[in-house]
C-alpha cells in the first residue's frame, strides 16, 4: 500500500514504467511526482526547488509522447492486476473547470457555460471487504460538445455520445482474472442498456442506481410493466432503523426504512446505438432493490434508493450487501475532493489543453496517495503513525502542537487531527472528522515546517 511507501519508492512504483518516448523523460516525470507529492497543493512553481527543475517539468508536459494515459496507464494496469478477492469500482464524473477567462485553447465548455475544461470519468477500486483504497482502475477525459437542435431519439443514437465514457472504462478495467470478481458500483448516470452490456461483456458484477422509474421491465412471468409498478407488488423482505445527522433545512431524525426485491429482465430499447445493434443482446437478467422511508416526518424528504444489480438479491442478507457496497460510492466522491482541493488541479497554470490533461495525470495518481493517508486514518486510527509518516514531519508536529503524545507514539487518527488543527480544525467532541480543506491548510503550514528543518540541517552539515 502506497502509505508504506516513502514518496521516492511511490514515484518509482507508479511511474517508473512509464513509456515516454526517452528513459530521461521516465527519470525526470518521477522526480516531478515527488517534488507534487511531497506538497501537493501547491503550484509548481513552489514544487519545484529551482527554476532549472521547474522549466524541465514544463518541457516534460510539452512533449507530444507525454500524454494523460502514458502516465497514469501503468498506475491502472497495476491497480487491475489483483490476484483474488472482490474488489468494487466506484465510478463517476467530475467537471474539471479551469475557468471561463483561461487563455487556453481546445478546452470545452461545461456546467451552463460559465466554466471551461473537460470532464474526467474516473473509476477507484476500493477492496469490497476491508475498504482498502486499492488506486485508479481505469479513467477517460471527454470534451463536451454541443447536442444538434431538433435533435431526435434516433439521430442521437448515431452520434458519439457523453454517456458512452461510462462504458470506454467499463472496458479500460476489463475482465477480472480467475479468482477475482469486479463490482461495478454507478450512479444514476449509470442508467442504462448500453452500459450494462458492457459489463456483461467483461463478465463482471455491477450495482447501478436506477434514474429512470418508468422504464418498461420483464417481470419473471415475461409480463412488460413499468419499473415503478412492479416494485409497488413486491413484499417486504425486512424493515430497519438509520440514525440521519441534521442537513441543511432537515433536523437529524431516525428513518424507518423497509427493503424490497425482485427479479427482472431489462429488455433491449426501441432506440439503440450501432454498439447495441451489433451485439443484438438478449433481454438481461438482474435483480432490482428498492429502499423506502416510511412514516417520514412532514416537511422532509423521503429516503429512496433503487438499485439494478447483477449480485444475488433473494435474501435481506444479500440486498443488504448490496446496499452496503451502493454506499461506498461515497468514496470516489472523496476522491474528487482530494484531485481538487487536495491537489489543486483546476489551479495549474499551463497554456495548452495537451500539457493540462498530462499534468492531470499527474496528479490522478498524486490524489489516490493522499485518499490512501486519510482511509488509513478512517479504517485503521490505531495503526502508529511512525508506519506511515516520516519521522521528520512527526517532529515537526510534535514541536508546534502543544500537549502531544510523543511522536514515536502518535497514532494515524492522532496524527492527522492533529494536522487539520493547524488548518484551522477544532476538534471539538462533536465536530465528527475533518475534512480536505482543514487537513490541507494544516499540511501545508507543517511542509513550511519541515522544509525549514532539512535547509537547517543542510546547513549545518555544511558547517
Known amino acids: 500500500m502506497a502509505a508504506n511507501q516513502n514518496v521516492k519508492e511511490w514515484a518509482r512504483k507508479n511511474f517508473g514504467d512509464c513509456q515516454l518516448g526517452d528513459k530521461r523523460r521516465t527519470e525526470r516525470l518521477m522526480k516531478v511526482a515527488e ?7 501547491a503550484s509548481f512553481p513552489n514544487q519545484m526547488p529551482g527554476w532549472s527543475d521547474l522549466k524541465a517539468a514544463y518541457r516534460l508536459f510539452d512533449r507530444e509522447d507525454v500524454t494523460f494515459s502514458s502516465i497514469v496507464g501503468p498506475h491502472w494496469r497495476a491497480t487491475c492486476q489483483r490476484k483474488q478477492g472482490r474488489y468494487l469500482i466506484l465510478c463517476d464524473t467530475t467537471e474539471i473547470d479551469f475557468g471561463l477567462h483561461r487563455d487556453v485553447e481546445d478546452l ?10 473537460f470532464l474526467l470519468h474516473n473509476g477507484l477500486m476500493v477492496d469490497a471487504n476491508s475498504e482498502e483504497i486499492i488506486g485508479l482502475a481505469g479513467q477517460t477525459i471527454h470534451y463536451r460538445k454541443k447536442a444538434p437542435k431538433k435533435e431526435t431519439n434516433s439521430q442521437r443514437m448515431k452520434r458519439e455520445r457523453e454517456s458512452k465514457i461510462w462504458g470506454d472504462v467499463v472496458d479500460a478495467v476489463g ?3 480467475d479468482g477475482v470478481e469486479f463490482v461495478h458500483v454507478c450512479d444514476r448516470g449509470g442508467d442504462n442498456f448500453e ?3 458492457h459489463f456483461v461483456q467483461q463478465r463482471t458484477d455491477w450495482v447501478v442506481r436506477v434514474s429512470h422509474m418508468h422504464r418498461l421491465v420483464l417481470t419473471p412471468g415475461d409480463e412488460q410493466v413499468k419499473l415503478s409498478e412492479y416494485l409497488a407488488t413486491l413484499p417486504v423482505l425486512e424493515t430497519y432503523e438509520l440514525e440521519l445527522r441534521a442537513r441543511p433545512h432537515q433536523p437529524s431524525r431516525v428513518a424507518k426504512l423497509e427493503v424490497r426485491a425482485g427479479a427482472i429482465k431489462l429488455p433491449v430499447p426501441r432506440y439503440r446505438s450501432q454498439y447495441v445493434k451489433d451485439l443484438a443482446p438478449p433481454p438481461i437478467a438482474m435483480s432490482v432493490i428498492e429502499v423506502r422511508e416510511v412514516d417520514a416526518p412532514k416537511g422532509t424528504k423521503p429516503i429512496k434508493w433503487v438499485l439494478y444489480t447483477s449480485l444475488p438479491a433473494t435474501t435481506f442478507d444479500e440486498t ?6 451502493y454506499e461506498k460510492r461515497w468514496l470516489v466522491e472523496e476522491f474528487h475532493k482530494a484531485y481538487k482541493t487536495g491537489c489543486r488541479v483546476t489551479g495549474r497554470q499551463l497554456k495548452e489543453a495537451h500539457r493540462l490533461e ?5 496528479m490522478s495518481v498524486v490524489a489516490v496517495r493522499l485518499l490512501q493517508l486519510k482511509s488509513v486514518a478512517r ?15 512527526l517532529q515537526m508536529l510534535n514541536a508546534v502542537r502543544k500537549n502531544l503524545t510523543r511522536d514515536h507514539d502518535l497514532t494515524v487518527g492522532q496524527f492527522y487531527r492533529e494536522v487539520a488543527k493547524l488548518g484551522g480544525f477544532l476538534g471539538r467532541k462533536h465536530d465528527g472528522q475533518p475534512g480536505w480543506i482543514t487537513i490541507w491548510r494544516g499540511w501545508e503550514k507543517l511542509y513550511t515546517l519541515v522544509t525549514a528543518a532539512e535547509l537547517a540541517m543542510k546547513l549545518k552539515r555544511c558547517g
Request: aromatic share 6%; charged share 10%; proline share 12%.
Open 379 to 393: 479504517t485503521d486510527p490505531q495503526r502508529p503513525a511512525k508506519s506511515v509518516v516520516p519521522h521528520l514531519w
Open 175 to 177: 475482465t477480472p482474472r
Open 358 to 362: 498530462a499534468a492531470a495525470g499527474l
Open 35 to 41: 517534488q507534487v507529492a511531497t506538497n501537493p497543493s
Open 320 to 325: 443488504w450487501r448490496v446496499i452496503g457496497y
Open 108 to 117: 470545452a465548455p461545461l456546467g451552463n457555460g460559465t466554466g471551461r475544461g
Open 195 to 197: 452500459l450494462v452490456c
